[in-house]
């Protein structure tokens, strides 16, 4: 049997199989249950994307703002030097490289209109080192879409805006041990190893996400940033049930405070995040939350029928229609 029939093969057993979220009960010996962590590979090619959803808030204008977030992690092939999925990497075996992609999509409302934006993070699978990251923003306004690319010892930034002035591609440094803030996202969860030891903490270079540049308006300059993690664990309850979690705090100099709750048990979710602006700080660039709803792994791009719909239940979200 070839690799690509066995993988197609797996794929239809999985969408016939019913999914559920993983029991969100604590670990009888959470030291125990990180120690015995799947082999990567074993968990991450089993031709499935593991599909988060989320309860989100967002300070926007000088209010709170409900809307929900949906986070899409999958393995796929990419191009070292293209920088775009590869359709078949046999044919370029040097350039292609595995990673480990992130979707996540924002969606909230403001008034009579609404915003909807994307990040996608694309980070080797090897060691999590992010190879691009791209985002958009769309509302009634206009639209803005800018990309990180990391090539040798720099990054190529690039950014198509509707306000004038906005749009540019230029490099940015690369600092040694440079963290980009939606890089965390996947770095924080451990899938080969902690990052951090409990109690550990790493002083690093950060450049903000451009999800709070975009609302903060901000220019994209990288700052000295403490990343932490806690030496206890904590018991966090959110819409999908209560976790054990480890707490990761991250301060950059622009004075915010973030906090990543990645249960215990593999695959390591984030079950919760949230970003808080620093007192007195600016409307456009206050809190960023989001508490799980709920989480599946399905192979969701063969999901797009008529009543496909119902898989969204296993998110806790609803489709955006109703």
């Known amino acids: 049997m070839t690799p690509r029939l066995r993988n197609l093969l797996l794929t239809l057993v999985v969408l016939a199989a ?18 015995t962590d799947p082999e990567f590979g074993s968990w991450w090619h089993d031709g499935r994307a593991e599909l988060d959803g989320y309860r989100y ?4 204008y000088g209010h709170a703002r ?9 393995t796929e092939p990419f191009s070292r030097t293209r920088h775009v999925k590869l359709d078949d990497p046999a044919r370029t075996p040097d350039d292609a490289v595995e990673v480990l992609k992130l ?15 994307m990040l996608s993070v694309f980070s080797a699978s090897a060691d999590f080192s992010p190879l691009k990251i791209a985002f958009t923003s769309s509302e009634w306004c206009g639209m803005v879409s800018e990309e990180l690319h990391t090539s040798d010892r720099q990054l190529l930034h690039r950014v198509s805006s509707y306000f004038e002035g906005e749009s540019t591609q230029q490099p940015l440094p690369l600092p040694a041990g440079g963290v980009q803030e939606d890089e965390l996202f996947v770095r924080l969860r451990d899938l080969r190893g902690a990052w951090l030891a409990p109690g550990e903490s790493r002083q690093v270079p950060f450049l903000a996400s451009p999800f709070h540049r975009r609302l903060a308006h901000v220019p994209a300059l990288w700052q000295p940033a403490t990343i932490t993690r806690r030496a206890a664990p904590a018991t966090v309850t959110v819409p999908a049930g209560s976790f054990r979690c480890a707490v990761y705090e991250v301060r950059p100099a622009d004075g915010r405070i973030g906090r990543f709750d990645v249960e215990q048990p593999y695959p390591h979710r984030i079950v919760r995040w949230q ?8 409307a456009l660039g206050g809190t960023d939350a989001a508490e799980l ?3 599946t792994r399905l192979a969701y791009w063969r999901t797009h029928g008529p009543g496909d719909e119902r898989w969204l239940d296993s998110l806790g979200v609803t489709p955006i229609w109703r």
Request: zero cysteines.
């Open 18 to 35: 019913p999914q559920h979220l993983a029991s969100a009960a604590a670990p009888a010996n959470p030291t125990a249950a990180a120690a």
């Open 57 to 60: 808030t967002v300070q926007r």
């Open 66 to 74: 409900p809307g929900r977030a949906v986070a899409i992690y999958v």
């Open 103 to 117: 979707n996540l999509m924002r969606d909230f409302q403001t008034g009579i209109y609404d915003y909807h934006t």
């Open 275 to 282: 970003w808080q602006g620093a007192a007195g700080a600016s």
């Open 293 to 295: 709803t709920g989480s």
